[in-house]
């Protein structure tokens, strides 16, 4: 059973370009979110996708985009790059909002994509 | 926003000795969420905490959630140099929501 994965793995872009970083959810989890995590920092959520939609987001501007496709997997769009948007981007999954059990679930995180904007 | 701090920001030890990292916040929690990451590496979810005063232990790991649900611990028992990495706490916006808010995490390095 695999578990999150994401790619690229590393990214280098130049200031002003776009970049479109891609996750496939743990086998069953159908809740996909996003976090920005600058050096030093802890993780900052971006947006949470579930069905198709984005459920929840946080703090970002709108050059942050994103979709999630009907098998699960997300992707994440950054327009317009800034040298400040250089971080490692983590997508994680959680179970399915509809199944039993106790909430909150846990979330399990990708290894992540290692993006650097010169 | 809600969130949640960490104290203290680095903690280096000589292998053996006890650690423990101390996540505060100022509204009640509806639960808190410890992580581990290597360097260089992702985070990994350690143990979810619900229950006011709650304790739980994995092997040499201590977490404990006060009886206010507003403040928690990690505690580690005689430290290896497997343990180094950097502690986060985490709460979650409650229900399934699934949004997690980051503290600063804790820089943990042991000195073998």
């Known amino acids: 059973d695999a578990g999150v994965t994401q790619s690229p793995t590393h990214l280098i872009k130049t200031r002003g370009q776009q970049v479109t970083l891609r996750c496939s959810p743990k086998?069953?989890?159908?809740?996909v979110s996003w976090y920005q995590q600058a050096l030093g920092q802890g993780p900052q959520f971006i947006f949470q996708?579930?069905?198709?939609?984005?459920?929840q987001r946080g703090n970002f501007p709108d050059r942050f985009s994103g979709h999630q496709f009907p098998n699960y997997s997300s992707e994440l769009n950054v327009n317009a790059l800034l040298l400040g948007d250089s971080a490692l981007y983590l997508c994680?999954?959680?179970?399915?909002?509809?199944?039993?059990?106790?909430?909150?679930?846990?979330?399990?995180f990708g290894p992540g994509t290692r993006l650097l904007v010169l | 926003g809600q969130q949640v701090m960490q104290i203290p920001q680095y903690q280096h030890v000589q292998e053996g000795e006890d650690f423990t990292t101390y996540c505060n916040s100022s509204?009640?929690?509806?639960?808190i969420q410890w992580y581990k990451q290597r360097p260089g590496g992702h985070p990994v979810f350690l143990i979810q905490?619900?229950?006011?005063?709650e304790v739980k232990k994995q092997k040499r790991l201590t977490f404990q959630f006060g009886e206010a649900k507003k403040n928690s611990s990690l505690h580690i028992t005689a430290t290896q140099t497997t343990d180094v990495g950097t502690y986060f706490c985490a709460r979650n916006s409650g229900g399934s929501n699934y949004k997690l808010t980051f503290g600063k995490g804790t820089l943990l390095t042991v000195n073998p």
């Open positions: 996708y579930y069905e198709e939609e984005e459920r």
């Open positions: 905490l619900v229950k006011s005063g």
């Open positions: 994680a999954s959680s179970p399915s909002l509809g199944l039993a059990g106790p909430s909150p679930k846990t979330q399990y």
């Open positions: 086998s069953g989890h159908d809740t």
């Open positions: 509204t009640t929690l509806s639960n």
